[in-house]
């Protein structure tokens, strides 16, 4: 018996030693372990207006970026539109210098010299139009009534014609009236406008890559006659990505946005995926059918979008993954 009691101390002190040393330090981190699936945005790219298809660049798997023009539209005709349109703007561009200017020196110049000569023979028909009138009033019978009346008539017209070129040359140094001037700058203000639209037509006759992203599809060949809106090429955008996990109830409190992950593919087993818990569903479901788990596919869960940086463009849409969940043990 006496022998026994130092082994039964040294199997003591052993599995102590071997419990304490499985024992996880305090702070140290534990995991969160879900399987979900790789989901990305698509796009379907097409032109804004119809028209015939005349080159296309990119074909599936290529990587396009931002601004990259992919496909080409036949524009000649709206070219043609906007060349008659800026020569229309240029027209109305300068009536309205011509309305601002006001007139020229010369015919400033050829105003006063017009009214001069009508002041000139208004002088002449006044002065005859007074003798006719001291020859009919003497009694001497040199003039008649009808004379008198002429000349009269005459001198009347006279200074009619001199009113008429003192407005002329009033209206000459005044300008042109505010309104005429505004509905001249209106006219040029919507003939621009109309070139405006027309060279934005001719733009969207290219198409550009909204974001970086990865050609799915080429759905339109050059020489195709494509409607509005008709889909040319199907992206898949390669920022952002998140895998879409579903979390039972229970575990649900564990989560926080912003929580560190790691996603882990099949494809690269030892090369996980940085990424962050995004979206946390507000509303429970019922478990989808196509969800990998090992709860019972009647229990409530939460839906859950983990953001994941994947540089190399590994990930794909619809893989499925592990996603390891990093919490911070109890103390």
């Known amino acids: 018996m006496k022998r026994l009691i130092p082994l039964l101390v040294i199997l003591a002190l052993a599995a102590g030693g071997w419990y ?36 296309v660049t ?3 798997g290529d990587h396009v970026k931002t601004g990259d023009v992919i ?8 070219e043609l539109q906007a060349k008659a349109q800026a020569a229309l703007v240029e027209a109305q561009r300068q009536a309205l210098a011509e309305l601002r200017s006001g007139a020229r020196p010369e015919e400033i110049a050829q105003a006063r ?9 208004a002088v002449v028909a006044e002065r005859e139009s007074d003798r006719f009138e001291r020859l009919a009033t003497s009694g001497s019978g040199a003039a008649s009534e009808q ?10 017209r ?5 009113d008429q070129s003192s407005a002329a040359l009033d209206l000459l140094l005044a300008g042109a009236r505010p309104e005429k001037l505004a509905a001249a700058e209106a006219q040029l203000r919507a003939a621009e406008a109309q070139l405006e639209l027309l060279r934005h037509e001719i733009s969207q006759g290219e198409l550009k890559v909204p974001q970086d992203a990865v050609v799915r599809s080429r759905l339109r060949e050059a020489g195709d006659i494509v409607t509005a809106q008709s889909p040319v ?14 979390v039972a109830e229970t575990d649900l409190g564990r989560i926080t946005p912003g929580m560190a992950a790691e996603v882990l593919s099949d494809s690269f087993p030892d090369a996980p995926e940085a990424g962050t818990v995004g979206y946390i569903s507000s509303v429970a479901e019922f478990t989808p059918k196509a969800v990998q788990t090992e709860e019972l596919r009647s229990s409530l869960v939460y839906e859950v979008h983990v ?3 994947d540089p190399e463009d590994r990930l794909r849409l619809g893989q499925p993954v592990t996603v390891t969940l990093r919490e911070k043990a109890a103390p």
Not at 23 to 35: H, K, S, V
Not at 147 to 156: D, H, L, M, N, V
Not at 233 to 246: G, S
């Open 113 to 121: 010299a017009v009214l001069a000569a009508a002041e000139a023979a």
């Open 233 to 246: 090429f199907a992206l898949a955008l390669t920022d952002p990505k998140w895998v879409r996990i579903y």
């Open 158 to 162: 006279a200074r009619a014609q001199v």
């Open 307 to 309: 953001t994941v940086d």
């Open 71 to 78: 496909a080409r539209q036949d524009t000649r005709a709206l």
């Open 147 to 156: 004379s008198r009346e002429q000349a009269a008539a005459t001198a009347e």
């Open 58 to 60: 990119a074909r599936e």
């Open 20 to 55: 304490w040393w499985r024992l996880p330090d305090a702070g140290a981190e534990t995991g969160l372990r879900f399987q979900g699936n790789v989901d990305i945005r698509q796009v379907a790219l097409a032109f804004d207006a119809a028209g015939r298809i005349t080159e």
